[in-house]
């Protein structure tokens, strides 16, 4: 884990951090609990040592895995030279990152391109949700700071950005329109849905006037 190896380097000279410990290795004697155990880290230095947690920001585990946290440094407390530390780490994006977005974005043109070559409208409805999951990430990217809650739809996402004066009117309209042919196409509602390029270099279009407005907002 990267966050233990950066905080190993940063211990003093004559200490070693060892990593996935289990039950009392590398531990001090008398510090067992009679059960199996198993540490993230445990660093080990000439006159004592510390015993690393790791935690993930918001968590299901996290407040669990703390609290197991403090009993450890109970234990610890009556051991002379010994403490436990806690690395946190940020929340995890469950957004596109912009490379993955990129990368995307060059797979619906290449499936553009087949189909319009071929004539196989196949290529073209799997460029056209391709490209929606585009631009739903692009709206999502606005709501990354928000509270921790329920996912908002795109239809959501896209009303708070017009309530909030980020969108006008007519671009909401495009994406309830462009949701509703996604929706018929991805849940079956629809086999016949005709999606021909200029759909798709639409949705993209919109996502490009998303993206331009929200980094007005940003900047």
Request: cysteine-free; glycine content about 8%; overall charge negative.
């Given at each position: 884990?990267?966050?233990?190896?950066?905080?190993?380097?940063?211990?003093?000279?004559?200490?070693k951090?060892?990593?996935?410990?289990?039950?009392?290795?590398?531990?001090?004697?008398?510090?067992?609990?009679?059960?199996?155990?198993?540490?993230?880290?445990?660093?080990?230095?000439?006159?004592?040592?510390?015993?690393?947690e790791?935690?993930?920001q918001?968590?299901?585990?996290?407040?669990?895995?703390?609290?197991?946290i403090?009993?450890?440094?109970?234990?610890?407390?009556?051991?002379?030279?010994?403490d436990?530390?806690?690395i946190?780490?940020?929340?995890?994006?469950r957004?596109?990152?912009?490379g993955?977005?990129?990368?995307?974005?060059r797979?619906?043109?290449?499936?553009?391109?087949?189909?319009?070559?071929?004539?196989?409208?196949?290529?073209?409805?799997?460029?056209f949700?391709?490209?929606?999951?585009?631009l739903?990430?692009?709206?999502?990217?606005?709501?990354?700071?928000?509270?921790?809650g329920?996912?908002l739809s795109?239809r959501?996402?896209?009303?708070?950005?017009?309530?909030?004066?980020?969108?006008?009117?007519?671009?909401y309209?495009?994406i309830?329109?462009?949701?509703?042919?996604?929706?018929?196409?991805?849940?079956g509602?629809?086999?016949?849905?005709?999606i021909?390029?200029?759909?798709?270099r639409?949705?993209r279009?919109?996502?490009?006037?998303?993206?331009a407005?929200?980094?007005?907002?940003?900047?």
């Amino acid at each position: 884990m990267s966050a233990l190896r950066e905080r190993a380097e940063r211990l003093p000279p004559g200490w070693k951090m060892y990593i996935g410990v289990v039950d009392g290795e590398h531990l001090p004697e008398g510090f067992a609990s009679g059960a199996r155990e198993e540490f993230d880290a445990v660093a080990v230095g000439p006159d004592g040592g510390i015993i690393f947690e790791v935690v993930q920001q918001r968590a299901a585990g996290s407040q669990a895995k703390i609290a197991r946290i403090e009993r450890l440094r109970k234990r610890l407390h009556r051991l002379s030279g010994w403490d436990v530390e806690v690395i946190v780490l940020p929340q995890a994006s469950r957004l596109a990152q912009g490379g993955e977005i990129e990368n995307r974005l060059r797979a619906v043109s290449e499936l553009v391109e087949s189909g319009e070559s071929s004539g196989d409208r196949e290529f073209l409805r799997a460029a056209f949700v391709l490209a929606f999951s585009v631009l739903e990430w692009t709206l999502a990217r606005h709501f990354q700071n928000a509270p921790e809650g329920r996912a908002l739809s795109v239809r959501q996402m896209a009303e708070k950005m017009v309530s909030e004066g980020l969108l006008s009117e007519d671009i909401y309209r495009e994406i309830r329109e462009l949701q509703a042919v996604r929706s018929e196409i991805v849940h079956g509602l629809s086999v016949t849905a005709v999606i021909d390029g200029g759909t798709v270099r639409h949705i993209r279009q919109v996502t490009e006037t998303v993206n331009a407005e929200l980094s007005k907002v940003q900047t």
